[in-house]
């Protein structure tokens, strides 16, 4: 197993969706006790990982290399850096809380809602780590399977709408993401003489500028839409909408992170030249700075509260793409960060909404109101989730956001202060949700006898609110993975960036912390 | 050194209490229905008794020992520390635990890299020794007066897990080393504030007075990010002493520039915390809350964070005289705005709440003056009277069973007398009645924004005036609350008692403090006392005052100031003798200043600036914006993606026609003519054997027909 550590994690949850594809399907319970088990065993095989991991080693690691179709030059080829060890954990933590979350809400095609859901932690973490252009192509589109059919077979009324929007439109940036890899594959036959897919490789290529900027942005599509940026982002509130509370948990808290993912790893180093042309720089932020205020604006006037939610994702992640386009290490860093916040608390928000739906049947809020008298437990959770979104200090948010904003701030002072008003807009809708749904009276009768949060309910919780304590008071295990892989973008980027003058540190601190 | 060095000890006592008290608080505390609160009309309701009774009084006292207890062990720790600090050489004591939050490296202005690096630390002088002691001292009376206000009301563990972690998060406001933890205290209250003004959260307005604080603050705490931010890129650091340090190298701003930019944006944070023109109408709606939380959170600590912060950044105010005339302006301006609304207020506590609004911006002309260490006096004994006040008022409205409208009070006097003579000292220290605490405070902010360099006459022209004001809507107060006819409801009036020793004695404390806290920071001018009764200002020193600048610079002519001072107890004696003569005297059964028309209606709607705001911002620009932008999201922006499939589906079906009748057409109609063509064909091959033969027997006649006739 040693060797292959990555490979174990990549393939724990497919090993378990075929033993689980052995399990007759009646025996529901048993098939939601294995999935979980398979889950928890993804979960387990993938910590070895963080204890493993040399966050002073340059480079990638736990890298394992394969042929895979000679022919073509297409390798088995996988690694992580510090980016993708952070994301690879949310995937398989995310992946856990998921599946124990459909426990009483998936009663029917039990056995191929977990099977879909497992094949789907495999497609996602082989996203995260794999090196070879091809291979990474794969796994992204394997995604889109099982998710069509999360949202289509088990969704809401109008779950087939979404299910359509959500394959077409992100098979359509991916056939453009496509056209771009190749372009690259062939560029490098041209120039070296051999077929690769190897990212390493397609990094040695000298591509006129030109040929950057196209190449730039049929990537572009294909990342924008999964991010969602503004204005490819139709597709998330229908998804989210109809998808059933797993799936929107997963949707918005690892399957969009491919997205930006997808830039960090590969537009940035990829493309350098035009990763820094201005022109694309400022089509970047703007779009992401609509994005800010738009969704804020936009989740403002939801009367369906999942809908709120995932409005406020178009808001969250207008702040990872500024902080990946501000182009510096504190922007990029923070935008990782951020992703893991989102995924943190936005899952929270989630399934927050999901318990809601499973006792109620309906997301509206005129429906809600005064919850907070008959399911305390569940207000607090719901509270420190809304917190934690809204950027509270001590909690996650805050941490990313103003790591980003300081990115931001340091490339241009304008685009920090357009988007911190995106915190203003922010407390608004949150506490406007919270209000809606928490506080007041209780103006339903069905409202009365709601229980509170079963051991169950909170156990999905626990986790996530214990991982924003720690982002909130002690970040710095986060930022030290993340900086060698971040100064090594930068200095992909913007080879100038670390040749200033380093302004020395002020004070010695150890005598003081001894104290 | 034993307490210098505990100093990270001080706020996490409350924290524990905090803790313990929201995650295991239900236990101590068995809610039957008392917390189920349930629109009218709601069938299937449980009933609802009488709120809180069932709580056990056994459980209730852990909670009322340990809440109240673990405030008094800060406070107890922080009079040690503070007492050590004085035998501290320079009294500074850095107390660094761990890099909180440390990014990545960050090009400066300069043009050089610099490690973003926020300390967990922490860091006591002077100015945070005077602010824990004020936050810990009136914070415990008021922790233990809560025990009784809060005895009959449900929720009781809740209401003092949110005090203590109010009291957490303050004390990291005032004891951080660095800006950015002192925004962890700043956001932090201002959550804790949010949640507290909201604690009757089944009322709506309770709910929606604590989301308006929440988000005018957030505005205000905008503009104290993007000042961070500035700061650090310009001066390298976030660590206050760093920064005071590197800020010695620059001169004083002419104009506006980058220094005058971060003072100001730091301002900006300062106006939403401290309730300043224009983001002060949070706070009259924060009167939701119960009355112990606006006497401790939106009167006496937290609403003076932003007077702390901008005291804590003296130096750079120092060197911005732009924006520190901007400041003393804004002060002014809040001052004499506040002012007017109070006189005309009906409720007991908006008199309070406006009043605490008017005197924040006391504390902000001294501060835009320079007056730094005279901010910090009146913040100081402001803390007291206003504190004094509100409980005060809190103990009026327990006594009269929840009402707040003084016009159902009057002749209050005999029946709550400790009530009464707490507050009516309370009353003439606020009002600056010679001797008393807030006397001194007041009469040096004003003497300081006639006399100092900086100083503005307008500015104190301001100030006078809102010091008549001040006097007259205090006495008005009064008057219309213990004196006179009463006009209490027959039923109401049965029931009205005396408040019990747990609120009567922090009352009295108080009441002792404002008498006598004035007297460490007395005139100059009443040289006859010796240095000791200026202890205030020495003591605060090394932090606000610069070297060259005040101290012995400004030698106005002594009868001048005596002048000033008479003028201001002459403008104060006035205004409570008007509020006497139309209230008290002459007893009035309607409002007398209703006589004053329009003005008057202005005053009691509070200038209408709430439905200016709710006009241009709530509903014109986010509401608005909102919807006009969900309708652009899906009319335009879905209806795009919509149309391109709807266009796709439409090309498909062109396609499909044209293959239908074009491309397959064309196969078809080459079919179809070789059909045609084949027909006459066809026609012969019938397949009937006799025809045949008879086609066959017709040729062959045909054939010989043909040679025989040839």
Redesign the interface.
């Known amino acids: 197993m040693d060797g292959h550590l990555l490979s174990w994690v990549l393939f724990t949850p497919l090993i378990g969706m075929a033993v689980l594809l052995l399990i007759p399907a009646e025996r529901k319970n048993l098939i939601r006790l294995w999935a979980n088990i398979a889950a928890l065993a993804g979960f387990l095989v993938s910590l070895p990982l963080v204890f493993r991991f040399d966050k002073d080693a340059s480079g990638f690691q736990f890298v394992e290399k394969a042929d895979w179709i000679p022919a073509l030059g297409v390798k088995y080829m996988i690694g992580i850096d510090g980016i993708s060890l952070l994301l690879v954990m949310l995937t398989t933590v995310i992946g856990c809380i998921a599946i124990l979350s459909s426990w009483n809400a998936i009663q029917d095609r039990v056995k191929e809602y977990y099977a879909m859901f497992l094949l789907q932690q495999t497609g996602i973490i082989g996203v995260f780590v794999s090196l070879d252009f091809f291979l990474f192509f794969v796994f992204w589109e394997v995604v889109l399977v099982p998710m069509y059919f999360i949202i289509g077979v088990w969704g809401g009324p109008r779950k087939l709408y979404a299910a359509i929007k959500f394959f077409i439109y992100t098979l359509a940036g991916g056939a453009l993401m496509l056209l771009g890899i190749l372009t690259l594959y062939f560029e490098h036959f041209k120039q070296f003489g051999y077929y690769t897919f190897e990212i390493s490789e397609l990094m040695k290529l000298n591509l006129s500028p030109v040929m950057e900027q196209w190449v730039f942005w049929a990537f572009f599509i294909g990342f924008a839409i999964k991010v969602p940026m503004f204005p490819f982002h139709t597709w998330l509130p229908d998804a989210h909408v109809e998808a059933p509370t797993a799936g929107s948990v997963v949707l918005a808290s690892v399957l969009l992170k491919m997205g930006t993912y997808g830039f960090i790893r590969f537009s940035l180093p990829l493309l350098p030249k035009a990763s820094v042309n201005a022109a694309i720089v400022q089509v970047l932020v703007a779009l992401s700075l609509i994005g800010i205020i738009y969704g804020a604006l936009v989740s403002l006037m939801q009367q369906d509260w999942k809908k709120l939610v995932a409005y406020s994702s178009v808001s969250h992640l207008g702040f990872c793409t500024l902080g990946i386009f501000a182009l510096n290490p504190n922007g990029l860093a923070g935008s990782v960060i951020q992703q893991i916040n989102h995924g943190i608390s936005t899952g929270m928000l989630f399934l927050v909404v999901g318990i809601a739906y499973e006792r109620r049947h309906t997301r509206d809020f005129k429906e809600f109101g005064g919850l907070g008298h008959v399911m305390p437990v569940y207000a607090i959770v719901a509270a420190i989730a809304m917190l934690s979104s809204a950027g509270l200090p001590l909690l996650n948010g805050f941490i990313g956001e103003f790591t980003i904003l300081q990115g931001a701030f340091e490339a241009n002072r304008a685009w920090a202060a357009i988007a911190v008003t995106g915190i203003i807009f922010g407390a608004a809708y949150l506490l406007w949700m919270y209000q809606r749904t928490m506080l007041g009276q209780i103006t339903n009768p069905k409202n009365l006898r709601l229980p509170d949060l079963s051991f169950r309910e909170l156990a999905t919780f626990l986790p996530l609110i214990a991982w924003a304590i720690w982002i909130g008071v002690y970040p710095q295990p986060h930022f030290a993975v993340l900086e060698k892989p971040v100064a090594q973008i930068v200095e992909r980027v913007r080879p100038d960036y670390f040749q200033k003058p380093v302004q020395q540190a002020e004070a010695p601190r150890a005598a003081e912390v001894a104290r | 050194m034993t307490f210098l060095?505990s100093i990270w000890l001080i706020p996490l006592f409350p924290l524990f209490g905090a803790v313990v008290m929201?995650l295991l608080g239900?236990k101590f505390d068995p809610q039957g229905p008392s917390?189920?609160?349930?629109?009218a009309g709601?069938?299937?309701?449980?009933s609802v008794a009488h709120p809180g009774h069932h709580a056990s009084s056994k459980a209730k006292a852990i909670v009322s020992v340990l809440c109240p207890g673990m405030v008094l062990l800060s406070f107890i720790f922080s009079v040690g520390a503070v007492l050590e600090l004085m035998g501290t050489p320079g009294r500074v004591h850095?107390?660094?635990?761990?890099?909180?939050?440390?990014?990545?490296?960050?090009?400066?202005q300069t043009?050089?890299?610099?490690?973003?690096?926020a300390?967990w630390?922490f860091l006591l002088d002077p100015l945070s020794a005077v602010m824990i002691l004020v936050v810990t001292g009136i914070g415990f009376l008021i922790h233990v007066y809560s025990i009784g206000y809060m005895g009959h009301e449900g929720g009781y563990y809740r209401f003092f897990g949110y005090l203590n972690l109010f009291v957490f998060f303050m004390l990291m406001l005032v004891l951080a080393n660095n800006y950015?933890l002192m925004?962890?205290g700043w956001?932090?209250v201002g959550?804790c504030s949010?949640l507290l003004i909201?604690f009757y959260?089944?009322?709506?307005s309770a709910?929606?007075a604590?989301?308006k604080a929440?988000?005018v603050n957030?505005?205000g705490?905008?503009g104290f990010?993007?000042g961070m931010?500035?700061m650090?890129?310009v001066v390298?650091?976030v660590?206050f002493?760093?920064v005071n340090?590197a800020l010695a190298q620059f001169a004083p701003e002419v104009g506006f520039g980058v220094l005058s930019a971060i003072a100001l944006l730091l301002f900006i944070g300062a106006t939403g915390k401290s309730a300043q023109f224009p983001l002060y109408v949070w706070l009259p709606d924060a009167m939701e809350g119960p009355t112990p939380v606006s006497a401790l959170i939106h009167a006496a600590t937290m609403v003076t964070a932003g007077v702390y912060m901008v005291a804590r950044s003296n130096v750079l105010f120092r060197l911005t005289p732009e924006t520190s005339a901007i400041v003393a302006v804004v002060g002014a301006l809040t001052a004499i705005l506040a002012a007017s609304i109070a006189v005309a207020q009906n409720d007991i506590k908006r008199v309070l709440a406006y009043s605490t609004v008017s005197q924040l911006g006391f504390m902000f002309m001294a501060l835009g003056v320079g007056a730094y260490w005279v901010a910090i006096f009146h913040l100081y004994t402001h803390a007291f009277f206003k504190a004094l006040l509100f409980l005060g008022s809190g103990s009026v409205i327990h006594a009269m069973g929840g009402e707040q409208d003084m016009r159902r009070m009057g002749g209050l006097k005999d029946k709550i007398p400790i009530t009464h003579a707490t507050m009516l000292i309370g009353t003439l220290a606020i009002a600056g009645v010679p001797g008393l605490a807030g006397f001194f405070s007041k009469d040096e902010i004003l003497w300081q924004v006639f006399s100092s360099p900086a100083g503005m006459k307008g500015v104190y022209v301001v100030g006078i005036v809102t010091a008549g004001l001040t006097a007259f809507y205090m006495w008005r107060l009064m008057a219309l609350t213990f004196y006179g006819q009463s006009r209490v409801e027959p039923h109401v009036a049965a029931h009205v008692h005396e408040s019990p020793r747990v609120m009567t004695v922090p009352l009295m404390v108080l009441a002792a403090g404002s008498v006598l806290a004035g007297w460490i920071g007395v005139p100059k001018l009443w040289s006859f006392l010796p240095e000791g009764f200026r202890a205030f200002e020495h003591w605060l020193a090394p932090v606000l005052i610069a070297e060259t600048a005040h101290g012995a610079e400004h030698h106005a002519d002594a009868a001048l100031e005596w002048g000033l001072m008479l003028l201001s107890v002459v403008v104060a004696g006035c205004g409570m003798l008007l509020a006497w003569f139309l209230y008290q005297k002459r007893a009035p059964k309607t409002e007398p200043l209703a006589a004053l028309g329009g003005l008057h209606k202005l005053l009691l709607n509070k200038w209408y600036v709430d439905e200016i705001y709710d006009f241009l911002f709530v509903n014109g620009m986010?509401?608005g914006?909102?919807?006009a932008?969900?309708r652009f999201?899906q009319k335009v922006?879905?209806g795009?993606?919509n149309g391109a499939?709807w266009l796709t589906r439409f090309t498909s079906t062109i396609s499909m026609w044209w293959d239908t009748w074009i491309v397959d057409g064309l196969v078809r109609l080459t079919g179809f003519s070789v059909k045609i063509a084949s027909y006459p064909v066809r026609m012969l091959q019938t397949g009937s054997v006799q025809s045949y033969a008879l086609v066959f027997v017709l040729g062959i006649a045909a054939v010989f027909g043909y040679y025989l006739v040839r």
């Open positions: 060095d929201l239900r917390e189920v609160a349930v629109a709601v069938e299937g309701a449980p850095q107390l660094i635990q761990f890099t909180w939050l440390a990014g990545l490296p960050f090009t400066t043009g050089a890299l610099a490690q973003f690096a300390d630390g950015v925004f962890v956001e932090g959550l949010y909201g959260f089944h009322k709506k709910a929606d604590g989301k929440f988000i957030r505005i705490d905008a990010i993007l931010l500035l650090f890129s390298g650091s660590r002493l760093d340090k986010v509401k914006g909102g919807n932008l969900s999201d922006v879905d795009g993606v499939g």
